[in-house]
Nanobody, 119 residues
């Protein structure tokens, strides 16, 4: 059974940093992708970043390029999202999601963690 559990959210001032963690378990596929998404109040969920488990290939939304970094720890089976230079518009519930590389849509989702950027 695939599980993803996010942690690390909280309240931070503009310009500050947070690191989100996504602990994964149960992935038995040859290769898979883990992504971070976010949803702000009244807005649709949007893509933030993703990483492939084999090879560590990454992609970012334009809005976070140069500020956010996605990475993985093969030993801990954990994916991280380092968020720097945070802005109020980064405020959202952040979700991690996973899927086998062969599938077009993300199949597995975590419960989400709240990130609030405010002074």
């Amino acid at each position: 059974q695939v599980q993803l559990v996010e942690s690390g959210g909280g309240l931070v001032q503009p310009g500050g940093s947070l690191r989100l963690s996504c602990a994964t378990s149960g992935f038995i596929f040859d290769d898979y992708r883990v992504g971070w998404f976010r949803q702000a109040p009244g807005k649709e969920r949007e893509f933030v970043a993703h990483i492939t488990w084999n090879g560590g290939f990454t992609r970012y939304a334009d809005s976070v390029k140069g500020r956010f970094t996605i990475s993985r720890d093969d030993v801990k089976n954990t994916v991280y999202l380092q968020m720097n230079s945070l802005k109020p518009e980064d405020t959202a519930v952040y979700y991690c999601a996973g899927k086998p590389i062969s599938l077009p849509q993300y199949r597995y989702w975590g419960q989400g963690t709240q990130v609030t950027v405010s002074s």
